[in-house]
Each structure stands twice: as C-alpha cells, then as structure tokens.
Nanobody, 123 residues
Framework: QVQLVESGGGLVQAGGSLRLSCAAS????????MGWFRQAPGKEREFVAAISASGSSTYYLDSVKGRFTISRDNAKNTVYLQMNSLKPEDTAVYYC????????????????WGQGTQVTVSS
C-alpha cells in the first residue's frame, strides 16, 4: 500500500496561485494514474484533475481548465497541482489519490488517499 502526503495548501487572495504537492512513499506510483480531488464543507468530494502513469494524458474538471495544471515527477514519486487564478469557489480540502484504472473521475475508483491539505481563497 502506498502512503500519500499532500502539502502546499494555505490562504491566498482571489487571483493568486498555489502549488500543491503529493509525495508518495511505500511503493512507486509510476505505473498508476494519479488524481486530485477536493471537498468543500457540506459538499461531496469532487474530481479536479488526473494524470496518466507516463504523464502523457491529463484530465480536468471543466471549471479548472486553463487555470490548474497537473504534473508528475516519477523520479521523485511526486504529483503536483499548480493552481493559478484562484477563485473563492476553489476553497476546499484538496486530496491526492491513486487508482488502478487508466482514467477515472469517480472517487470510488481510487483506492489510496492522502489526508488532504486546506486551500482557502479569500475574495
């Protein structure tokens, strides 16, 4: 089983940027699609972005396309989420996760999760 630890969250003003990191340990993640999800208070967990094992394919929630970029460094066993032009509606706890599926936006398809990192965007 892989352990995932997110970092990089914080408080930022609208229009600002943050870069989230997800460091994996226990096993290599270079054969797995990795995803980022978020959950705001009172709302269901929502898919944000995913990246294939090689990094050649990426997938995004429509509302973050053009603002967020998912990437990975398999040598460092780490996945990133660069978030630009942040909006108050991006406020949530952000989680990274691993899936055995090639591509999925469904949280139930992901079997390993980090503890999450809080992102708060002020208006």
């Amino acid at each position: 089983q892989v352990q995932l630890v997110e970092s990089g969250g914080g408080l930022v003003q609208a229009g600002g940027s943050l870069r989230l990191s997800c460091a994996a340990s226990g096993r290599t993640i270079n054969m797995y699609t990795m995803g980022w999800f978020r959950q705001a208070p009172g709302k269901e967990r929502e898919f944000v972005a995913a990246i294939s094992a090689s990094g050649s394919s990426t997938y995004y929630l429509d509302s973050v396309k053009g603002r967020f970029t998912i990437s990975r460094d398999n040598a460092k066993n780490t996945v990133y989420l660069q978030m630009n032009s942040l909006k108050p509606e991006d406020t949530a706890v952000y989680y990274c996760a691993k899936t055995n599926w090639y591509n999925s936006r469904r949280p139930e398809s992901y079997n390993d999760w980090g503890q999450g990192t809080q992102v708060t965007v002020s208006s």
